[in-house]
Each structure stands twice: as structure tokens, then as C-alpha cells.
């Protein structure tokens, strides 16, 4: 059924309650629809929510039928309706709402100078482990975040509540770092993203050394090349993080960003054109 | 507007962008209603949402309209619609959905010989100090918390991710151990609930000496008396904690729900009656 409102009863606007992926699409096909669905699945047999299989072929044919040359779709999956309280029933029907708009431009220079980045005072929770990586429905760390700049920066940096750097607030962080690629390995928080795991694959097969562990904030000011990833944006090298100042995309940003080629730079305007729940 | 219906881009559904209250309703007025409301304003200022100041004369009426013996009134705060994203402009316009149904019977039995509760294994994440104390709308934890048990157990507890002592899954806890009134300070997590502030306000009158500060979970097996506290069930004795036994509604758990003694024992069924956004 198509329809753009959802029951108040849903258990996504109670609580939270469910998991969400945003894709990028290029002329009628997600990309990396593959990574996005496991940890979709991932997301739901963690939390006990049935996987909406039908989701998936409404997802292929909305983004096709468009045709668009970049749009993103945005897949949620919430557990479905109960009455007040916690608890609800085994046999729940999950609901689903895709929403599909046009990806937001990128201005060429920021993909080839990098993008200015604020660390964030807010920090991450320290999650119960089976929340752990999943894109769920609980982000009121990330709309604080967030609402710490405006436009003057493309993007925060959030330490966890340890004091490790943690991730983006919607893009995780890689540096490099005495030759070899480092991540935070995020085991107590955070979202474990579908670019963060194609840019470790792009780096075995490069054979550049990669480590994910936990990363002490001080570690940026040493760090040759910083950059962040996400799914719509790709690979984004950092220019600055307040007032640390980095060379323009450095030569491990540069080769992993070009071995992630599916990113071309569209001036298209951002904006919802259709939703199909 | 009353609808049972709200639009897909609402932040409360994308992010658990909002805060909750839950209230008991006797005789058609939510009792403890300026608590909430302190809570219910103090959640929206800190998280920047507009108190949507009408929710109150809403909330008010219907609940005195419908004028049933016991009610559960929940409403729910969200910052409003907006398209994909984390950012938020500054003018948004809230929504609320207000939710009244009956309120659930509780056998008198567990009034007076308290209720069986489970230690949950699901831990209770480290917040950002912003959120702490809130009743937010990310409650995904609570939520794998209470799948742990089906109906054997009334409540289940939590530790923290630091391993204290947090709270109940939908509920405080306080323990009467040496004389005194001990109660999680949740410097780190964790919602400040109204009922808990009020057996604190009741334990001062009664001149019962305090305590709020980190618990160990080990300190549970040393209590003399433990009981829980929520808006909508009061001050409820609990028998067991797993394998603990605890002697049935001690005496200072009397003397406070004596004190808080607007709680009488209802037989109505469960089942929602009302939407009102």
C-alpha cells in the first residue's frame, strides 16, 4: 500500500523500535544492495523482527521506474503496531517506509580538497553489546551532534563516552597513519557502515596494512591523511578538523577513493520526490 | 487534529527524535501532572524541541471527558517532520500524539506480597550526559531488555555498561539496606522517574535517611527490603529477584506507599479507548 503516514501505534515512533539503511542509487540501481540487505537482516534477527523480504522488490522497482541518474533511498523497518508497553507479541508484522529523494550535490572541489570537520562535545553511548554496529532507530546522539554547527563545517566527529574516537556523525573516520590505514574498531557503539566495510576490502586487495582498534583522539593530530565514508557520499577526505589542517587528499585517500570508483559528482539539487510505504 | 495517523517524516519514526510521559489518571485527572510536565519540559529544552504548551489542555480534557476510574494517559513529543537528515531548522513545528487507555489491573496479592523480577542480562548504555535522567524516545534497550522474559516475571533489572545497578526495564528501584533508603544515582543513564522523586520528597518528610549513588548489583543480596516505583503502578514490594527471596512489603516499603497511598487497586481490564494527536 502506498500511503505517506503510518499508524501512531507504530513501535519506530513509540520507541525507536527498528533499523534503517540509506542507499545510494545510480541510474536505477542501488548500489551495494548486497551489503545494505545483510546488514539489514543482521539488524532485524538481532532485534527479533522479521526481514520485510517484499521490501526489497518494492525497492528495486520504486528506484528503477524512476530512472534518475543519483537518488538515495532511505529503507526503514520498524517492528510493527502494539498497544503501551515494552513487550509485544511473536508474531508481529514488521512495517516498512521507503522514501526516495534526490542525492544531495557535492561540490567537485570538496571531493578533491576535503571537507571541513568539527569534533563534537557530544559523545556516543557506550551501548548494551547487541546493539553494537546496527543502523537502528535510536540516533538522539547524532541530531545532538549535529545540531552543535550549522553549515560552517560538512561534518562532526564524535568521541564515545570512553574517550576513544568513535565515528561521523553519519560517516565513519579512517587515517593513515605511519603508512598503514586505521579505523576505530567501534566494539561498544556505533554503526559498522557498508563504505567502511567496502574501503577495508579495497585495502586487503590493495595490500595497504589496515588496523581497526580503539583510537585515542590525539592520534588525529599525528595522522598523514584523515578521511570519512559514507554511503551516499563515498569516500570524503578531511581538510581540517577545527583547527588541525590536513593535506588535500593524500595518496591512500586517493587510491582507495579511486579503486571505490562508483561515485561521480552530481550538481543535482537535494529534495523528497516520492515515498512508498 | 484527531488522527491515529502521523506523516512518515516525523522524527519521532526516523530517529526517536522526541520524549514520553507516561500518567496515571484517577477519576479524570492525571495525577503528579506538574512532575511530568517539569519532565516533560525539561527533555524538549534540552534536546531544543518547542514545549508544545496545548498538548497540556488536550491532555486535560480528555482525560476529564472520558472521566473513567482509572486511566493511563502516555503523550508523546516529537520535533516534527522533516526530510532526510540529522539537521534540523530552527522553526520547526512539533507534533504530539496523545494515547489514553485503561489502566492494567494489578492483583492486590502483588501489593501486598510483592512482585517476582528477573536480572536482565541486556545492559543499560552510557549516555551522553544530555540525555541522562530523560524519558526519550530511544528505548531500544528497555525493549531487548523485556524480551527476555514472557510473563513468569513482573520486572527485570538492569545493569548498566559499567556494571552498577541502573533500574527496571520500565521502572526505578530503591533498596532498604542498614537502616537506610539506597536508590542508583544513574549519573550515566537511565530515566529520573516522577514516582522516584516523589518516594524521595516522601522518604524526607518522613524523615528516613537517603542515599542516591552507584550500586553494586551485589548489594541487592544484602538488602533487607527492595521495591520499584513507576507512575502508572506506584510503589510495588518485590518478592524475588531471581533466586533471592525478600520478606513481602517491609516495613519501611509500607510506610511509603502509605504515604504515596493514591494508588487503589484496580480490576480493569488492559485496552487502548483514545488517540488524540
Chains 1, 2 share one sequence.
Not at 503516514?5 to 539503511?21: H, K, N, T
Not at 536505477?28 to 532485534?47: I, M, S
Request: proline letters at 7%; one cysteine or more.
Amino acid at each position: 500500500m502506498v500511503a505517506d503516514r503510518l499508524p501512531i501505534s507504530d513501535r519506530g515512533l513509540q520507541f525507536g523500535d527498528g533499523v534503517f539503511e540509506t542507499m545510494l542509487c545510480l541510474d536505477g540501481v542501488p548500489l551495494r544492495l548486497d551489503g545494505h540487505w545483510a546488514r539489514l537482516q543482521d539488524g532485524c534477527t538481532r532485534l527479533g523482527i522479521p526481514v520485510p523480504a517484499a521490501a526489497r522488490s518494492h525497492l528495486l522497482a520504486a528506484v528503477g521506474a524512476l530512472g534518475e541518474r543519483r537518488l538515495v533511498a532511505k529503507l526503514v523497518v520498524t517492528r510493527g503496531c502494539t498497544e503501551r508497553g515494552y513487550k509485544f507479541p511473536p508474531d508481529l508484522v514488521p512495517n516498512w517506509v521507503l522514501t526516495i529523494s534526490k542525492a544531495p550535490a557535492l561540490p567537485p572541489e570538496l571531493r578533491a580538497h576535503g571537507v571541513a570537520v568539527r569534533m563534537c562535545s557530544t559523545r556516543l553511548a557506550r551501548e548494551d553489546a547487541q546493539l553494537v554496529g546496527l543502523k537502528h532507530l535510536n540516533r538522539l546522539t547524532q541530531i545532538l551532534a549535529r545540531r552543535e554547527w550549522n553549515d560552517e563545517f560538512h561534518e562532526g566527529l564524535l568521541l564515545d563516552t570512553d574517550g576513544n574516537l568513535a565515528e561521523g556523525c553519519g560517516s565513519n573516520v579512517f587515517l593513515v597513519l605511519g603508512g598503514r590505514l586505521v579505523t576505530p574498531s567501534m566494539e561498544h557503539g556505533g554503526v559498522h557502515g557498508i563504505m567502511r566495510r567496502s574501503v577495508l576490502e579495497a585495502a586487503r586487495a590493495l595490500r595497504l596494512p589496515v588496523d581497526a582498534r580503539p583510537v585515542l583522539p590525539a592520534e588525529l593530530r599525528a595522522a598523514d591523511e584523515v578521511f570519512l565514508t559514507n554511503a551516499v557520499q563515498g569516500v570524503l577526505p578531511v581538510r581540517s578538523i577545527d583547527t588541525m589542517i590536513y593535506a588535500a587528499a593524500g595518496p591512500v585517500t586517493r587510491r582507495l577513493s579511486g579503486h571505490l570508483n562508483d561515485l561521480p559528482v552530481s550538481t543535482a539539487p537535494a529534495g523528497a520526490i516520492g515515498n512508498a510505504p
